[in-house]
Nanobody
Framework: QVQLVESGGGSVQTGGSLRLSCAVS????????MGWFRQAPGKEREGVAT????????YYADSVKGRFTISQDNTKNTVYLQMNSLKPEDTAMYYC?????????????????????WGQGTQVTVSS
């Protein structure tokens, strides 16, 4: 099993920055791909950014490309999501997820169905 705990959410104004953290524990070798997802009220959960833990190759949703950066620190078993130039439409609950599957690079990694471990989420609110 893999346990995921997110932190770093909060309230910022438009144009501000936040860094989310996802602490990973348990059978960490099971996490082949890590992802950040978000869900706004009344909307479906969507993939934001993903990283392959072995190669550190990353993939982003078009809506955050150039503004968000996913990274990892294997010495701390932590995955980060640096969010810059935040917009009100970025307001959502953000979730960290881990997949133990070998996923093809690309949009598949942004699909929540391929992830089998999830954190509880951290709230991000961006005000105009």
């Amino acid at each position: 099993q893999v346990q995921l705990v997110e932190s770093g959410g909060g309230s910022v104004q438009t144009g501000g920055s936040l860094r989310l953290s996802c602490a990973v524990s348990g059978y960490t070798y099971l996490r082949i791909c890590m992802g950040w997802f978000r869900q706004a009220p009344g909307k479906e959960r969507e993939g934001v950014a993903t990283i392959y833990t072995g190669t550190e190759r990353t993939y982003y949703a078009d809506s955050v490309k150039g503004r968000f950066t996913i990274s990892q620190d294997n010495t701390k078993n932590t995955v980060y999501l640096q969010m810059n130039s935040l917009k009100p439409e970025d307001t959502a609950m953000y979730y960290c997820a881990a997949s133990s599957r070998l996923l093809p690079y690309g949009g598949t990694t942004l699909q929540e169905r391929v992830y089998n471990y999830w954190g509880q989420g951290t709230q991000v609110t961006v005000s105009s």
